[in-house]
């Protein structure tokens, strides 16, 4: 059986995680990455055949050459800010690229596509923990380009027959327990990988966005998934798809969620080191809480975290941090 899987964006953080995945299951992973962030030696589980995914020559091209079952689109921008200075850019990668990815998938026979979304579909939600249901209202380009992206994947799936899972991360972090791949986000703008710099004295200390919210002790609540396990959960859906499932969306989260204070501890007891930090006003749209409802991954894809507490997540994304930084 045909066992290729294209996979834009799998020269990043979540996509070559993924890849690995696919490999270890007996996929190949066929890269379309353009490098504009991911990085080359980060693909190291099938080929790479750089192109973007708003080059419809090139992704066809790809594709004959290739002819893959299935795609997994990891390629976007993530960075919430800039997505509110520069929406076109948002709008123009995410949302207009993905379209040209999944007329690439209707027009060459592709019925199977696992889609990288976002908790920031859910904007500000009103009830925690989150169930898929809640009302889809995001409140920057960023999420609203993912939320896109799902309604354009439930409308060719009416039309065409491109079936879809919408996998809607939380909090991902961590790295590769092999320490193959992790996280190299430029500027990294994600709390853990902060944390260590800060730590390390790498980089600048921590500042802490806000300890006046409706918490435990005033920080931000957030739901942190190891990429591993999101990698995991991305290889069933894709079993899931290609035996038969229909079209879905799921979250991918623990159930737990952890404060930013609670995240420096970890990150003090992981390393050994003090994490240099002061308190800083809130950063604008971050909700108090985001914590998944993860059981209907559970119960559809039989997917659960396996080493997504707080210390596994510490401790692979340290080790990955000594390696890149020596
Ligand atoms: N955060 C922080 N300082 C930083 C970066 C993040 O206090 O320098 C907080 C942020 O406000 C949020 C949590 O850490 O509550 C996780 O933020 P991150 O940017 O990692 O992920 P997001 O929740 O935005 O997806």
């Not at 504009?36 to 192109?51: F, I, K, N, Q, T």
């Not at 972090?173 to 990294?188: L, V």
């Not at 035996?243 to 390393?271: H, M, P």
Request: glycine share 10%.
């Amino acid at each position: 059986s045909n066992c290729t899987v294209l996979v834009t964006g799998g020269a990043g953080f979540v996509g070559s995680h993924a890849c690995k995945a696919l490999s270890r299951r007996g996929f190949t992973p066929v890269v379309y990455d353009n490098l504009s962030y991911g990085h080359e030696d980060a693909v190291r589980w099938g080929p790479l055949e750089r192109g973007d995914i708003l080059d419809r020559t090139r992704l066809d091209e790809v594709i004959a050459t290739h002819h893959p079952a299935a795609i997994m689109h990891f390629a976007a921008f993530i960075a919430v800010g800039e997505s509110v200075t520069d929406p076109g850019k948002y709008y123009r990668n995410n949302v207009a690229g993905s379209l040209g990815l999944m007329e690439a998938a209707r027009d060459h026979g592709i019925s199977a596509f696992v889609f990288s979304s976002t908790a920031a579909v859910y904007g500000l939600p009103e009830v925690v923990p989150i169930p898929e249901s809640a009302p889809k209202l995001p409140i920057n380009p960023y999420g609203h380009s993912k939320w896109m992206v799902e309604c354009m994947l439930r409308d060719f799936g009416e039309a065409h027959g491109l079936k879809s899972m919408a996998l809607r991360y939380f909090n991902a972090a961590g790295a590769d327990p092999d320490c193959e791949t992790g996280e190299r986000h430029d500027p990294e703008t994600h709390l853990i990988p902060l944390a260590l710099d800060a730590a390390a004295g790498v980089g600048k200390p921590l500042t802490v966005f806000g300890e006046d919210y409706d918490t435990p002790d005033g920080t931000c609540i957030r739901d942190y998934i190891h990429v591993a396990d999101l990698a995991e959960a991305h290889v069933a859906a894709l079993q899931a798809l290609l035996g038969g499932a229909d079209s879905n969306a799921y979250n991918l989260g623990t159930g737990n969620g952890f404060t930013v204070r609670q995240v420096i501890d970890a990150v003090e007891k992981v390393t050994g080191r003090a994490v240099p930090h002061s308190i800083g006003p809130r950063r604008p749209g971050d909700p108090a809480a985001l914590v998944a409802d993860p059981s209907a991954a559970n119960r559809d894809l039989g997917w659960r975290p396996r080493i997504s507490d707080l210390d596994s997540i510490v401790a692979t994304a340290w080790a990955w941090h000594q390696k890149v930084n020596g």
